[in-house]
T-cell receptor, first 113, second 115 residues
Framework: DVKVTQSSRYLVKRTGEKVFLECVQD?????MFWYRQDPGLGLRLIYF???????EKGDIPEGYSVSREKKERFSLILESASTNQTSMYLC????????????FGPGTRLTVL | AQSVAQPEDQVNVAEGNPLTVKCTYS??????LFWYVQYPNRGLQFLLK??????LVKGSYGFEAEFNKSQTSFHLKKPSALVSDSALYFC?????????????FGDGTTLTVKP
Protein backbone atom coordinates (compact mmCIF):
# COMPACT_ATOMS: atom_id res chain seq x y z
CA ASP A 1 0.00 0.00 0.00
CA VAL A 2 1.07 3.54 -0.68
CA LYS A 3 1.99 5.32 2.48
CA VAL A 4 2.17 9.07 2.97
CA THR A 5 3.26 10.14 6.42
CA GLN A 6 3.29 13.56 8.02
CA SER A 7 5.59 14.45 10.87
CA SER A 8 2.94 15.59 13.33
CA ARG A 9 -0.80 15.06 13.77
CA TYR A 10 -1.21 18.08 16.01
CA LEU A 11 1.01 21.13 16.34
CA VAL A 12 0.67 24.29 18.42
CA LYS A 13 2.89 27.27 17.62
CA ARG A 14 3.05 30.93 18.54
CA THR A 15 2.66 33.88 16.20
CA GLY A 16 5.94 34.72 14.49
CA GLU A 17 7.52 31.29 14.90
CA LYS A 18 9.02 29.46 11.93
CA VAL A 19 7.14 26.21 11.38
CA PHE A 20 8.21 23.13 9.44
CA LEU A 21 5.74 20.50 8.29
CA GLU A 22 7.32 17.36 6.88
CA CYS A 23 5.83 14.83 4.48
CA VAL A 24 7.33 11.54 3.32
CA GLN A 25 5.99 9.08 0.72
CA ASP A 26 7.28 5.60 0.05
CA UNK A 27 5.99 4.90 -3.48
CA UNK A 28 8.53 6.74 -5.60
CA UNK A 29 5.92 9.27 -6.72
CA UNK A 30 7.16 12.18 -8.80
CA UNK A 31 4.46 14.63 -7.75
CA MET A 32 3.92 15.91 -4.22
CA PHE A 33 1.41 18.47 -2.96
CA TRP A 34 0.56 20.58 0.05
CA TYR A 35 -3.05 21.60 0.70
CA ARG A 36 -4.82 23.34 3.49
CA GLN A 37 -8.32 22.31 4.45
CA ASP A 38 -10.73 24.71 6.09
CA PRO A 39 -14.44 24.10 6.81
CA GLY A 40 -16.61 25.16 3.89
CA LEU A 41 -13.60 25.95 1.70
CA GLY A 42 -12.62 22.45 0.65
CA LEU A 43 -8.98 21.81 -0.18
CA ARG A 44 -6.85 24.64 -1.45
CA LEU A 45 -3.50 23.98 -3.09
CA ILE A 46 -0.57 25.79 -1.51
CA TYR A 47 2.38 24.41 -3.50
CA PHE A 48 3.23 21.36 -5.49
CA UNK A 49 6.40 19.76 -6.76
CA UNK A 50 6.83 17.57 -9.83
CA UNK A 51 10.49 16.70 -9.27
CA UNK A 52 13.34 17.16 -6.83
CA UNK A 53 14.13 20.84 -6.35
CA UNK A 54 11.20 21.78 -8.60
CA UNK A 55 8.15 23.57 -7.27
CA GLU A 56 5.17 25.53 -8.47
CA LYS A 57 2.84 27.85 -6.65
CA GLY A 58 -0.69 26.73 -6.06
CA ASP A 59 -3.70 28.90 -5.39
CA ILE A 60 -2.69 30.26 -1.97
CA PRO A 61 1.14 30.36 -1.69
CA GLU A 62 1.40 33.60 0.27
CA GLY A 63 3.10 33.14 3.64
CA TYR A 64 4.41 29.67 2.72
CA SER A 65 7.49 28.18 1.11
CA VAL A 66 8.47 24.60 0.30
CA SER A 67 11.54 22.45 -0.04
CA ARG A 68 12.09 19.22 -1.90
CA GLU A 69 15.68 18.03 -1.62
CA LYS A 70 14.85 14.32 -1.97
CA LYS A 71 12.19 12.65 -4.06
CA GLU A 72 10.38 11.11 -1.12
CA ARG A 73 10.26 14.20 1.10
CA PHE A 74 8.36 17.46 0.70
CA SER A 75 8.48 20.13 3.39
CA LEU A 76 6.12 23.03 3.96
CA ILE A 77 7.57 26.05 5.75
CA LEU A 78 5.70 28.86 7.42
CA GLU A 79 8.33 31.57 7.64
CA SER A 80 6.49 33.56 10.31
CA ALA A 81 3.35 31.87 11.51
CA SER A 82 0.19 33.91 11.84
CA THR A 83 -3.17 33.10 13.41
CA ASN A 84 -4.85 32.97 9.99
CA GLN A 85 -2.64 29.99 9.17
CA THR A 86 -4.41 27.90 11.79
CA SER A 87 -5.74 25.04 9.69
CA MET A 88 -5.53 21.38 8.71
CA TYR A 89 -2.60 20.75 6.37
CA LEU A 90 -2.70 17.78 4.03
CA CYS A 91 0.17 16.36 2.05
CA UNK A 92 -0.42 14.21 -1.03
CA UNK A 93 1.59 12.44 -3.70
CA UNK A 94 0.97 10.87 -7.09
CA UNK A 95 2.68 9.48 -10.13
CA UNK A 96 3.23 11.92 -12.98
CA UNK A 97 0.28 12.19 -15.35
CA UNK A 98 -2.87 14.16 -14.72
CA UNK A 99 -5.02 11.02 -14.85
CA UNK A 100 -3.40 9.63 -11.70
CA UNK A 101 -5.10 9.87 -8.35
CA UNK A 102 -3.46 11.40 -5.32
CA UNK A 103 -2.60 9.60 -2.09
CA PHE A 104 -3.01 11.65 1.06
CA GLY A 105 -1.34 11.71 4.42
CA PRO A 106 -3.37 11.82 7.67
CA GLY A 107 -3.00 15.58 8.01
CA THR A 108 -1.45 17.97 10.51
CA ARG A 109 -3.77 20.17 12.52
CA LEU A 110 -1.82 23.36 13.16
CA THR A 111 -2.92 25.90 15.73
CA VAL A 112 -1.15 29.27 15.81
CA LEU A 113 -1.71 31.20 19.02
CA ALA B 1 -9.59 27.95 -15.41
CA GLN B 2 -11.16 24.87 -13.86
CA SER B 3 -13.75 24.68 -11.10
CA VAL B 4 -15.91 22.20 -9.22
CA ALA B 5 -19.24 22.71 -7.49
CA GLN B 6 -20.79 20.43 -4.91
CA PRO B 7 -24.18 22.04 -4.49
CA GLU B 8 -25.13 20.25 -1.28
CA ASP B 9 -23.24 20.82 1.95
CA GLN B 10 -25.06 17.92 3.56
CA VAL B 11 -26.87 14.80 2.35
CA ASN B 12 -28.93 12.64 4.70
CA VAL B 13 -30.16 9.17 3.78
CA ALA B 14 -31.53 6.16 5.60
CA GLU B 15 -29.50 2.97 5.69
CA GLY B 16 -30.43 0.71 2.79
CA ASN B 17 -31.65 3.57 0.59
CA PRO B 18 -29.79 4.71 -2.52
CA LEU B 19 -27.54 7.74 -2.18
CA THR B 20 -26.39 10.42 -4.58
CA VAL B 21 -23.75 13.08 -3.96
CA LYS B 22 -23.73 15.70 -6.68
CA CYS B 23 -20.80 17.27 -8.50
CA THR B 24 -20.61 19.60 -11.48
CA TYR B 25 -17.45 20.85 -13.08
CA SER B 26 -16.07 23.40 -15.49
CA UNK B 27 -12.92 23.01 -17.58
CA UNK B 28 -11.79 24.48 -20.86
CA UNK B 29 -10.82 21.11 -22.32
CA UNK B 30 -11.66 17.52 -21.45
CA UNK B 31 -11.76 16.57 -17.77
CA UNK B 32 -10.28 13.96 -15.55
CA LEU B 33 -12.67 13.58 -12.61
CA PHE B 34 -12.10 12.08 -9.17
CA TRP B 35 -14.01 11.30 -5.99
CA TYR B 36 -12.33 11.11 -2.61
CA VAL B 37 -13.72 10.29 0.83
CA GLN B 38 -12.53 11.58 4.20
CA TYR B 39 -13.41 9.77 7.39
CA PRO B 40 -13.17 11.72 10.68
CA ASN B 41 -9.64 12.69 11.67
CA ARG B 42 -8.12 11.04 8.62
CA GLY B 43 -6.71 12.08 5.27
CA LEU B 44 -8.57 11.71 1.99
CA GLN B 45 -8.89 8.32 0.33
CA PHE B 46 -9.36 7.81 -3.40
CA LEU B 47 -12.71 6.26 -4.40
CA LEU B 48 -12.88 6.33 -8.18
CA LYS B 49 -12.02 8.31 -11.29
CA UNK B 50 -13.16 9.00 -14.81
CA UNK B 51 -10.48 9.17 -17.47
CA UNK B 52 -12.18 8.20 -20.72
CA UNK B 53 -14.51 5.59 -22.16
CA UNK B 54 -17.50 4.18 -20.30
CA UNK B 55 -19.49 6.93 -18.64
CA LEU B 56 -20.32 4.73 -15.64
CA VAL B 57 -17.31 4.27 -13.40
CA LYS B 58 -17.20 1.76 -10.56
CA GLY B 59 -14.99 2.24 -7.54
CA SER B 60 -14.26 1.14 -4.00
CA TYR B 61 -16.83 0.13 -1.36
CA GLY B 62 -19.66 -0.29 -3.91
CA PHE B 63 -19.61 3.32 -5.09
CA GLU B 64 -20.06 4.33 -8.70
CA ALA B 65 -20.24 7.61 -10.58
CA GLU B 66 -21.74 8.66 -13.87
CA PHE B 67 -19.97 11.07 -16.17
CA ASN B 68 -22.38 13.26 -18.13
CA LYS B 69 -20.57 15.52 -20.57
CA SER B 70 -23.62 17.49 -21.70
CA GLN B 71 -24.55 18.35 -18.11
CA THR B 72 -20.90 18.63 -17.00
CA SER B 73 -21.68 16.43 -14.02
CA PHE B 74 -20.05 13.54 -12.22
CA HIS B 75 -22.46 12.45 -9.50
CA LEU B 76 -21.43 9.81 -6.96
CA LYS B 77 -23.94 7.03 -6.31
CA LYS B 78 -24.45 3.89 -4.27
CA PRO B 79 -27.49 1.60 -4.56
CA SER B 80 -27.75 0.83 -0.84
CA ALA B 81 -26.18 3.11 1.78
CA LEU B 82 -24.45 1.86 4.92
CA VAL B 83 -24.03 3.71 8.20
CA SER B 84 -20.27 3.31 7.68
CA ASP B 85 -20.52 5.40 4.48
CA SER B 86 -21.04 8.48 6.67
CA ALA B 87 -18.11 10.76 5.83
CA LEU B 88 -17.04 13.88 3.94
CA TYR B 89 -16.89 13.46 0.17
CA PHE B 90 -14.88 15.56 -2.25
CA CYS B 91 -15.11 15.80 -6.01
CA UNK B 92 -12.00 16.95 -7.93
CA UNK B 93 -11.25 17.86 -11.53
CA UNK B 94 -8.18 18.23 -13.71
CA UNK B 95 -8.17 19.62 -17.22
CA UNK B 96 -6.45 17.09 -19.47
CA UNK B 97 -4.74 19.84 -21.37
CA UNK B 98 -3.16 21.70 -18.49
CA UNK B 99 -0.36 21.14 -16.03
CA UNK B 100 -0.38 17.63 -14.67
CA UNK B 101 -0.16 18.72 -11.08
CA UNK B 102 -3.11 20.93 -10.38
CA UNK B 103 -6.42 19.52 -9.21
CA UNK B 104 -9.33 21.64 -8.16
CA PHE B 105 -11.45 20.27 -5.33
CA GLY B 106 -15.04 21.02 -4.42
CA ASP B 107 -15.96 22.28 -0.98
CA GLY B 108 -17.09 18.83 0.13
CA THR B 109 -20.41 17.19 0.97
CA THR B 110 -21.08 15.62 4.35
CA LEU B 111 -22.99 12.37 3.96
CA THR B 112 -24.89 11.09 6.98
CA VAL B 113 -26.47 7.66 6.82
CA LYS B 114 -28.93 6.98 9.63
CA PRO B 115 -29.79 3.48 10.86
Amino acid sequence: DVKVTQSSRYLVKRTGEKVFLECVQDMDHENMFWYRQDPGLGLRLIYFSYDVKMKEKGDIPEGYSVSREKKERFSLILESASTNQTSMYLCASSFVGSYNEQFFGPGTRLTVL
Amino acid sequence: AQSVAQPEDQVNVAEGNPLTVKCTYSVSGNPYLFWYVQYPNRGLQFLLKYITGDNLVKGSYGFEAEFNKSQTSFHLKKPSALVSDSALYFCAVRDQGTNAGKSTFGDGTTLTVKP
